[in-house]
């Protein structure tokens, strides 16, 4: 009898703790924002031979790629109205 009754209670301990573990794991997930996947490229550096990895999002990426085209038209401008390096002046 002592031990149907010790068996029924662990097995109501077990069944207990396995359904608070699961409740307390789901709210958890929920509030987790999903994390964006990193996309890494092989950037070489101008004076070097070594590439360096550089990871970031697909909104960081866009981010520096729209930053490296507004310089580029910025030096481009500036070169077209005669302010960009010049080796004659």
Wanted: charged fraction near 25%.
């Amino acid at each position: 009898m002592l031990v149907r009754t010790c068996a029924a209670l662990a097995a109501i301990c077990l069944v207990s703790s396995a359904a608070a573990a699961q409740d307390a794991a789901q709210p958890q997930a929920a509030t987790e924002p999903a994390k964006e996947k990193k996309i890494c490229r092989a950037m070489t550096p101008t004076g070097s031979i070594m590439a360096k990895r550089k990871c970031m999002t697909k909104a960081e990426w866009a981010k520096f790629n729209a930053e490296n085209e507004r310089q580029a038209e910025n030096f481009r401008d500036r070169r077209n109205q005669g302010g960009g390096m010049s080796s004659t002046q």
